[in-house]
């Protein structure tokens, strides 16, 4: 009896411990997850050139539309930017960011929600070509901070 | 006979109290997960010098009192995925003490064009592969290094974790890891 209750203690520390790897493992393969951007820097994204033309051959900054739950909040801040474009890829798009003008809130084709991924927001440069991109929804400091970083007009960035 | 089976209760009491003991280590590990996370991806601590030829192109560095260096090749994916952490940083360091340099062990047209606009705050440097080796002792790319009166103090392979782009802050901030 004893034996048995032995062996099978023996069979569930040796799970518990391999549950315990597997789980340090997950937290730290999810950091390595996050580190690494959606678009990598200087990916051409053309469906999404072509759907938000440049203006004044600068950037764009586009920020995705879509609702944000427990993060409304944080979107809703951003939607009083100035220079953002919205891409909206499903239906589900946060009235605060519904009633901006016409115009700046843009209806995602399959090839560029597909180019988009996993990105809340980005920057893309005059030629179409990822510069930054992020899962995470910005500040509106953080936002315009690297815009103008990345702004191509030597003034923007100092 | 009776000698023998004290023998096997007592192997048998040594396997259970093993197996709590086990039990209760991988429990604590389990507590502490999200931490190893946290902390996944924090500099590798050295002290070794810069050794970076008196006349070359690296020189400059080696008198820095403070720089982070990000050694990058234009044709790596990984630098690619990590570029926006680089960004993060150079928004964040700009204007402050810490030089910040940009080293392609590449010279190609790409090379150069890398950093685009960046390069009004990060000085772009181009050497050879040997060079970037023998001064720094690092072969792969992307890495972070935290470089401190000509000594390589901190060194980050791959795509910068939240928890090393905070190191990397403190160490502009402070002088230390």
Same mark, same amino acid.
């Given at each position: @009896?004893?034996?048995?209750?032995?062996?099978?203690?023996? @069979?569930?520390?040796?799970?518990?411990?391999?549950?315990?790897?597997?789980?340090?493992?997950?937290?730290?393969?999810?950091?390595?997850?996050?580190?690494?951007?959606?678009?990598?820097?200087?990916?051409?994204?053309?469906?999404?050139?072509?759907?938000?033309?440049?203006?004044?051959?600068?950037?764009?900054?586009?920020?995705?539309?879509?609702?944000?739950?427990?993060?409304?909040?944080?979107?809703?801040?951003?939607?009083?930017?100035?220079?953002?474009?919205?891409?909206?890829?499903?239906?589900?798009?946060?009235?605060?960011?519904?009633?901006?003008?016409?115009?700046? @809130?843009?209806?995602?084709?399959?090839?560029?929600?597909?180019?988009?991924?996993?990105?809340?927001? @980005?920057?893309?440069?005059?030629?179409?070509?990822?510069?930054?991109?992020?899962?995470?929804?910005?500040?509106?400091?953080?936002?315009?901070?690297?815009?103008?970083?990345?702004?191509?007009?030597?003034?923007?960035?100092? | 006979?009776?000698?023998?089976?004290?023998?096997?209760?007592?192997?048998?009491?040594?396997?259970?109290?093993?197996?709590?003991?086990?039990?209760?280590?991988?429990?604590?590990?389990?507590?502490?997960?999200?931490?190893?996370?946290?902390?996944?991806?924090?500099?590798?601590?050295?002290?070794?010098?810069?050794?970076?030829?008196?006349?070359?192109?690296?020189?400059?560095?080696?008198?820095?009192?403070?720089?982070?260096?990000?050694?990058?090749?234009?044709?790596?994916?990984?630098?690619?995925?990590?570029?926006?952490?680089?960004?993060?940083?150079?928004?964040?360091?700009?204007?402050?003490?810490?030089?910040?340099?940009?080293?392609?062990?590449?010279?190609?047209?790409?090379?150069?064009?890398?950093?685009?606009?960046?390069?009004?705050?990060?000085?772009?440097?181009?050497?050879?592969?040997?060079?970037?080796?023998?001064?720094?002792?690092?072969?792969?790319?992307?890495?972070?290094?935290?470089?401190?009166?000509?000594?390589?103090?901190?060194?980050?392979?791959?795509?910068?974790?939240?928890?090393?782009?905070?190191?990397?802050?403190?160490?502009?901030?402070?002088?230390?890891?």
């Amino acid at each position: @009896m004893l034996g048995i209750f032995a062996l099978a203690a023996a @069979m569930a520390a040796e799970g518990v411990q391999t549950l315990a790897e597997m789980r340090e493992r997950h937290y730290v393969i999810l950091a390595r997850q996050e580190a690494a951007s959606p678009l990598p820097y200087h990916a051409p994204l053309p469906a999404l050139h072509a759907l938000v033309p440049a203006v004044d051959g600068g950037g764009r900054v586009l920020v995705r539309a879509d609702s944000a739950g427990a993060r409304a909040a944080a979107l809703c801040a951003l939607a009083a930017e100035a220079d953002v474009r919205w891409i909206a890829l499903s239906a589900a798009v946060d009235p605060c960011v519904a009633e901006r003008p016409r115009g700046r @809130m843009i209806r995602a084709s399959a090839p560029a929600a597909a180019e988009l991924g996993g990105a809340r927001w @980005m920057v893309m440069d005059a030629g179409g070509r990822a510069l930054y991109s992020s899962r995470t929804i910005p500040s509106g400091e953080e936002l315009r901070r690297t815009a103008a970083l990345l702004a191509p007009d030597v003034e923007a960035g100092r | 006979m009776r000698r023998r089976s004290r023998w096997i209760i007592a192997s048998l009491v040594a396997v259970l109290a093993s197996s709590g003991w086990k039990a209760a280590r991988a429990s604590v590990t389990i507590a502490r997960a999200p931490r190893a996370g946290e902390q996944a991806g924090l500099a590798t601590v050295r002290g070794a010098p810069v050794r970076a030829e008196a006349e070359g192109p690296l020189a400059k560095i080696t008198r820095a009192e403070r720089a982070v260096v990000f050694i990058y090749a234009p044709d790596c994916s990984v630098c690619h995925a990590n570029m926006a952490n680089w960004i993060d940083l150079v928004g964040t360091l700009r204007g402050g003490a810490t030089a910040l340099y940009a080293v392609s062990p590449t010279d190609t047209p790409a090379a150069r064009a890398y950093w685009g606009a960046l390069e009004r705050h990060v000085r772009v440097v181009i050497a050879a592969p040997a060079q970037v080796h023998r001064a720094f002792g690092v072969q792969a790319t992307p890495a972070t290094l935290l470089v401190q009166d000509g000594t390589v103090r901190g060194e980050i392979i791959g795509s910068l974790t939240a928890a090393g782009r905070a190191q990397v802050r403190r160490f502009a901030a402070e002088g230390r890891l």
